[in-house]
């Protein structure tokens, strides 16, 4: 239906309860995304990529530089959703 926020409210992957305990920066990094204004932030596939959905560039573009000065990420990207219409 184009929701975004129901979209990130759906979110889940069930390999972060056993992933996040084992390394506890994948779980600062999604705090520190929603923090910064991310809807959700959530693990990829097995963990070698934590994404979040945000609702706006500034608000990602502040997530991925505060990502870069607080934590040993040493690439932080901000991307857009593929086949969006933009008004």
């Known amino acids: 239906a184009g929701d975004l926020y129901k979209v990130a ?3 889940g992957n069930v390999l972060e309860q056993v992933m996040l305990p084992e ?3 994948l779980g600062r ?3 520190i995304m929603r923090e910064a204004g ?3 932030a959530m693990m990829s596939g097995s ?3 934590v994404f979040g959905i ?6 990602a573009k502040a ?3 505060r990502l870069k000065r607080q934590t040993p990420v040493k690439q932080a ?3 857009n959703v593929h086949n969006v219409r933009r008004k």
Not at 54 to 59: C, I, M, P, Q, W
């Open 77 to 79: 990207y901000v991307t």
């Open 9 to 11: 409210a759906g979110m």
């Open 38 to 40: 991310a809807l959700n």
């Open 23 to 25: 390394y506890p920066v």
């Open 63 to 65: 997530a991925a530089a």
């Open 54 to 59: 945000f609702d706006s560039r500034g608000k």
């Open 29 to 31: 990094i999604k705090e």
């Open 47 to 49: 963990g070698p990529t």
